[in-house]
């Protein structure tokens, strides 16, 4: 697991499927949750708006497991990435970078929680540490600080408007670079 520190949202590599040294391939916790669940591939997505004020392409109903606390957020991604790791995936992400506090957004959008990693619709993980599921709603990602998952968040193109329909980018849709466990970068693109 590696930690990338940042000033501002940016796209780290949580999203990106690499191959390490040894040919084990690398992924993210939201494109192996997605695999495991057998959800199907999606092209488009839809354009929401950041905290940071940029706008970006997400897969329809995306949501994000909620805790009471950031120790329990840790402890509950730290335990599913661990379980991923026993089913033979080898996991990128760093619990620490994947859980942020709520009050970075506008009240209303998570109340006073702790959150977990974007991931997306239909790879919910069942743990009774999860003291709830969000949808992902406009403005309530991408705050200032904060790790942008390139496997499930992408730059909207130039001119697109918030709720309009825009083509993912990344592996898993056919205007991707590469599938799932590919040597070839590129962020996971789908919907369950």
């Known amino acids: 697991m590696r930690s990338v520190p940042s000033s501002g949202p940016s796209l780290s590599g949580i999203a990106r499927t690499e191959r390490a040294q040894r040919g084990v391939a690398v992924v993210s916790i939201a ?32 949501e994000r497991p909620m805790y009471d606390s950031k120790e329990a957020c840790i402890a509950d991604v730290t335990a599913q990435i661990q379980q991923l790791e026993s089913q033979g995936e080898t996991i990128a992400d760093s619990p620490e970078d994947l859980c942020e506090s709520s009050d970075a957004y506008p009240q209303g959008h998570y109340g006073h929680l702790w959150l977990g990693p974007i991931l997306f619709a239909g790879s919910r993980w069942n743990s009774p540490a999860v003291a709830g599921w969000a949808n992902v709603p406009s403005g309530g990602f991408a705050a200032p600080g904060s790790k942008l998952q390139s496997d499930v968040v992408s730059p909207a193109p130039a001119g697109a408007t918030t709720g309009q329909r825009a083509p993912l980018k990344g592996g898993f849709g056919s205007s991707g670079k590469s599938g799932f466990g590919s040597a070839v970068g590129g962020g996971s693109s789908v919907g369950g």
């Open 31 to 62: 494109g192996a949750v997605l695999a495991l669940s057998g959800c199907a591939p999606t092209e488009e997505g839809i354009v929401l708006e950041g905290a940071d004020g940029e706008k970006y392409v997400m897969p329809e109903n995306a």
